[in-house]
């Protein structure tokens, strides 16, 4: 009888936790499946999605290889076993990834049907007693050019329009994942699929939606009260009203984030949307307000400041992130240097910022005379007095530099209209000469159009930096990806190989000495890992620690996030290691700013204090990075060391970073010591780190 209770109870206790679990149904085609990919069951974006979000989630994979949208397509969907158990798993949160297949010759016929099919599939999941939130997720970009198959143009022009417009009409959310891939066809292998690494970039814009934490309730348009027009941008509701005797819009998305970001766009409403679209879907409001034909003089400030007092007065938040292309770019500086502390961020994009080059032409460029014209009577110029005009953005960058806001430009460094070493360029130097913040992206042979970038992606994160919107990749566990053998490893090993095999090598050892826990560089050293093959620094480890038991707990390609899933589901808090020395955080460089970074190392380190309080921790961060002092990866190098040393608790944490050892006194990273990629070490540079830990490892080890 008592068995029978027990039983009873962890029955009800069980179905209680499943219960609580917020269910995640994933629906699709091969991508969703996670077709082409190496170990699929682990490395498909639900199975990645379901690791980053833990064990409050059920993510569920009910993807299907070669299914359409369509009823009447070559393998519809909504025949298939998955279909019927999504619905039955009755989920809280569905992913649609349908329409790639629709894309093919056999398909086209059938385009007339596609809204009401797709409109029919979200019904189908929104007469669920969950009444589940129903997010839509465009095609990726296909790299192939038969034009029968599996088509872009198509993708582009036909399937990602309709599903657009679904989602204006049936109010759902919408992830660009086309925009994220355009650029990205090392990640696609077969030129449809994307490799396990693809799947880490779908995973993680999945997981910003799920987690965006949203401002309920708030809807701009009922605060708007003069006569509005609605209509759809890329799938948002947008508003048309006059301001002013101005034309204004806004575009609402359809979850506000909390704080309520705002980008304001200067000039050219709907050119180039990618970071307005992005951002939308990140629970931005985007608007508009049109000061055309104004060039930012004392009427346009005056305007601007009017409707700013106007979206505050909704709700928005103070500060706004300015967003202005080409003449735009003279706007936004006019109006931030007169209202700085309403100034998030600036993106300016081939931005003119003397308007003697454009539109007066009196440099490289050439001369617009109708612009010029029009500039002259909003300034009051005479021709005399507009050719020695000093009142431009460029004229004032140095006070500029003083207000405090970061600013981001994207220029082609072929733009002959408005040429950047006129305007962008000397602007630069001005600014952070002055201790400015900025930075350039330049786009080589590109002219002054197109605008903005395919994938926005390094805009949109240079935003939600500056808003305080972006999610830190760098501090949430996840497992990582990598598959090829080219990280070093036997062929067929893949990440979870390299997982297993040092766990496995931990669970060995009664007692372990050292691990060393990193990522390639770390991975370099082998120790007894059967399946890396590439091992520069193996035997210089074997000869200078042959007297202790030691572990290479390094695998390729890992950042902070991996070493952290590492420690949270291996062996490393059951293996009584005597010692950890921590190198990670060079392969956060690209995506990651220093700070997040530095949080990420942060978080491994509270982890290990809490559940390895016998371990002593050897933090070195990441190795030194970038063959020059002025590169990128030594910029962040330095950051993060600078921040990290507080780590440094004299108790167990022992900060030990190795910049003198292989920097040299120019500031050039030393090549005797490492590969010319300014990253990994060469056998000479595993001399110089085992020589540099072995005293103070003998040192710990020996009290």
Same mark, same amino acid.
């Given at each position: 009888?008592?068995?029978?209770?027990?039983?009873?109870?962890?029955?009800?206790?069980?179905?209680?936790?499943?219960?609580?679990?917020?269910?995640?149904?994933?629906?699709?085609?091969?991508?969703?499946?996670?077709?082409?990919?190496?170990?699929?069951?682990?490395?498909?974006?639900?199975?990645?999605?379901?690791?980053?979000?833990?064990?409050?989630?059920? #993510?569920?994979?009910?993807?299907?290889?070669?299914?359409?949208?369509?009823?009447?397509?070559?393998?519809?969907?909504?025949?298939?076993?998955?279909?019927?158990?999504?619905?039955?798993?009755?989920?809280?949160?569905?992913?649609?990834?349908?329409?790639?297949?629709?894309?093919?010759?056999?398909?086209?016929?059938?385009?007339?049907?596609?809204?009401?099919?797709?409109?029919?599939?979200?019904?189908?999941?929104?007469?669920?007693?969950?009444?589940?939130?129903? #997010?839509?997720?465009?095609?990726?970009?296909?790299?192939?050019?038969?034009?029968?198959?599996?088509?872009?143009?198509?993708? &582009?022009?036909?399937?990602?329009?309709?599903?657009?417009?679904?989602?204006?009409?049936?109010?759902?959310?919408?992830?660009?994942?086309?925009?994220?891939?355009?650029?990205?066809?090392?990640?696609?292998?077969?030129?449809?699929?994307?490799?396990?690494?693809?799947?880490?970039?779908?995973?993680?814009?999945?997981?910003?939606?799920?987690?965006?934490?949203?401002?309920?309730?708030?809807?701009?348009?009922?605060?708007?009260?003069?006569?509005?027009?609605?209509?759809?941008?890329?799938?948002?509701?947008?508003?048309?009203?006059?301001?002013?005797?101005?034309?204004?819009?806004?575009?609402?998305? &359809?979850?506000?984030?909390?704080?309520?970001?705002?980008?304001?766009?200067?000039?050219?409403?709907?050119?180039?949307?990618?970071?307005?679209?992005?951002?939308?879907?990140?629970?931005?409001?985007?608007?508009?307000?049109?000061?055309?034909?104004?060039?930012?003089?004392?009427?346009?400030?005056?305007?601007?400041?009017?409707?700013?007092?106007?979206?505050?007065?909704?709700?928005?938040?103070?500060?706004?992130?300015?967003?202005?292309?080409?003449?735009?770019?003279?706007?936004?500086?006019?109006?931030?240097?007169?209202?700085?502390?309403?100034?998030?961020?600036?993106?300016?994009?081939?931005?003119?910022?003397?308007?003697?080059?454009?539109?007066?032409?009196?440099?490289?460029?050439?001369?617009?005379?109708?612009?010029?014209?029009?500039?002259?009577?909003?300034?009051?110029?005479?021709?005399?007095?507009?050719?020695?005009?000093?009142?431009?953005?460029?004229?004032?960058?140095?006070?500029?530099?003083?207000?405090?806001?970061?600013?981001?430009?994207?220029?082609?460094?072929?733009?002959?209209?408005?040429?950047?070493?006129?305007?962008?360029?000397?602007?630069?130097?001005?600014?952070? &000469?002055?201790?400015?913040?900025?930075?350039?992206?330049?786009?080589?042979?590109?002219?002054?159009?197109?605008?903005?970038?395919?994938?926005?992606?390094?805009?949109?994160?240079?935003?939600?930096?500056?808003?305080?919107?972006?999610?830190?990749?760098?501090?949430?566990?996840?497992?990582?990806?990598?598959?090829?053998?080219?990280?070093?490893?036997?062929?067929?090993?893949?990440?979870?190989?390299?997982?297993?095999?040092?766990?496995?090598?931990?669970?060995?050892?009664?007692?372990?000495?050292?691990?060393?826990?990193?990522?390639?560089?770390?991975?370099?050293?082998?120790?007894?890992?059967?399946? #890396?093959?590439?091992?520069?620094?193996?035997?210089?480890?074997?000869?200078?620690?042959?007297?202790?038991?030691?572990?290479?707990?390094?695998?390729?390609?890992?950042?902070?996030?991996?070493?952290?899933?590492?420690?949270?589901?291996?062996?490393?808090?059951?293996?009584?290691?005597?010692?950890?020395?921590?190198?990670?955080?060079?392969?956060?460089?690209?995506?990651?700013?220093?700070?997040?970074?530095?949080?990420?190392?942060?978080?491994?380190?509270?982890?290990?204090?809490?559940?390895?309080?016998?371990?002593?921790?050897?933090?070195?961060?990441?190795?030194?990075?970038?063959?020059?002092?002025?590169?990128?990866?030594?910029?962040?190098?330095?950051?993060?060391?600078?921040?990290?040393?507080?780590?440094?608790?004299?108790?167990?944490?022992?900060?030990?970073?190795?910049?003198?050892?292989?920097?040299?006194?120019?500031?050039?990273?030393?090549?005797?010591?490492?590969?010319?990629?300014?990253?990994?070490?060469?056998?000479?540079?595993?001399?110089?780190?085992?020589?540099?830990?072995?005293?103070?490892?003998?040192?710990?080890?020996?009290?």
């Amino acid at each position: 009888m008592i068995n029978r209770l027990l039983l009873l109870f962890f029955i009800t206790v069980s179905i209680s936790v499943n219960a609580q679990k917020i269910r995640i149904a994933c629906i699709g085609n091969s991508i969703t499946y996670g077709a082409a990919m190496v170990n699929r069951e682990k490395n498909a974006y639900p199975a990645q999605l379901q690791a980053m979000l833990g064990a409050q989630y059920e #993510v569920m994979n009910f993807g299907v290889n070669g299914t359409t949208l369509l009823k009447k397509g070559n393998i519809p969907y909504w025949n298939t076993p998955e279909y019927s158990n999504a619905l039955k798993s009755n989920p809280s949160i569905v992913f649609i990834k349908l329409g790639t297949n629709d894309s093919k010759l056999i398909n086209r016929p059938f385009y007339n049907e596609f809204n009401n099919d797709y409109t029919s599939l979200i019904q189908s999941f929104r007469a669920l007693p969950s009444h589940p939130r129903i #997010v839509l997720l465009l095609p990726l970009p296909s790299f192939l050019e038969d034009s029968s198959s599996i088509f872009d143009p198509i993708i &582009k022009k036909e399937i990602i329009p309709r599903i657009q417009q679904l989602a204006f009409e049936t109010g759902c959310e919408i992830i660009n994942l086309y925009s994220l891939f355009i650029d990205r066809s090392d990640l696609m292998p077969d030129k449809i699929h994307p490799s396990s690494l693809g799947a880490t970039l779908i995973a993680k814009r999945l997981y910003e939606l799920v987690k965006l934490n949203e401002n309920k309730g708030f809807d701009i348009f009922k605060k708007i009260k003069e006569e509005k027009k609605l209509s759809s941008f890329y799938g948002f509701e947008c508003i048309d009203f006059t301001f002013q005797q101005r034309n204004c819009k806004i575009v609402k998305p &359809k979850k506000a984030a909390v704080g309520l970001p705002w980008v304001w766009r200067a000039r050219f409403w709907g050119h180039e949307p990618q970071t307005d679209r992005a951002l939308l879907e990140r629970g931005f409001h985007v608007v508009y307000c049109d000061a055309s034909e104004l060039f930012g003089n004392p009427a346009a400030i005056a305007l601007w400041n009017k409707f700013y007092d106007y979206m505050y007065q909704t709700g928005l938040s103070k500060k706004v992130a300015l967003e202005g292309m080409s003449r735009g770019g003279v706007y936004i500086y006019n109006w931030a240097m007169v209202n700085p502390q309403k100034v998030a961020c600036i993106y300016a994009d081939a931005p003119v910022l003397d308007l003697k080059s454009w539109p007066g032409g009196l440099g490289k460029g050439k001369k617009s005379n109708a612009d010029w014209e029009i500039f002259k009577t909003d300034y009051s110029l005479t021709e005399e007095q507009a050719k020695v005009f000093n009142n431009s953005p460029l004229k004032n960058a140095q006070k500029i530099a003083t207000l405090g806001f970061p600013m981001l430009h994207v220029v082609g460094d072929a733009d002959e209209a408005v040429p950047v070493d006129e305007n962008t360029t000397p602007f630069e130097i001005t600014i952070k &000469k002055a201790g400015g913040n900025i930075n350039v992206i330049h786009k080589p042979g590109v002219g002054h159009h197109p605008h903005s970038l395919a994938n926005p992606t390094p805009i949109v994160d240079f935003i939600l930096n500056a808003t305080h919107q972006k999610t830190n990749f760098a501090a949430i566990a996840s497992p990582g990806s990598e598959y090829r053998s080219g990280a070093g490893w036997k062929e067929g090993a893949d990440w979870w190989t390299q997982n297993n095999e040092i766990n496995e090598l931990l669970a060995s050892n009664a007692s372990t000495d050292i691990v060393f826990i990193g990522n390639s560089i770390t991975q370099g050293i082998a120790g007894n890992r059967a399946s #890396v093959t590439h091992a520069p620094g193996k035997a210089i480890f074997d000869s200078v620690f042959k007297k202790y038991s030691w572990v290479s707990a390094g695998i390729s390609g890992d950042r902070t996030q991996h070493i952290l899933w590492r420690l949270q589901h291996g062996n490393y808090a059951t293996a009584k290691i005597k010692i950890a020395v921590l190198t990670i955080g060079v392969n956060n460089f690209a995506d990651d700013a220093p700070e997040e970074i530095a949080q990420g190392i942060h978080q491994i380190i509270v982890w290990m204090k809490k559940y390895m309080p016998a371990t002593k921790i050897i933090l070195i961060g990441p190795l030194p990075a970038g063959v020059k002092k002025q590169d990128m990866f030594r910029v962040k190098y330095d950051n993060v060391q600078s921040i990290i040393q507080k780590e440094d608790d004299r108790k167990q944490v022992v900060y030990f970073p190795l910049s003198s050892r292989f920097i040299q006194t120019n500031g050039d990273l030393n090549l005797a010591y490492c590969s010319s990629d300014g990253i990994h070490l060469i056998e000479k540079g595993y001399e110089i780190w085992a020589l540099a830990l072995q005293p103070l490892i003998e040192k710990i080890l020996s009290k």
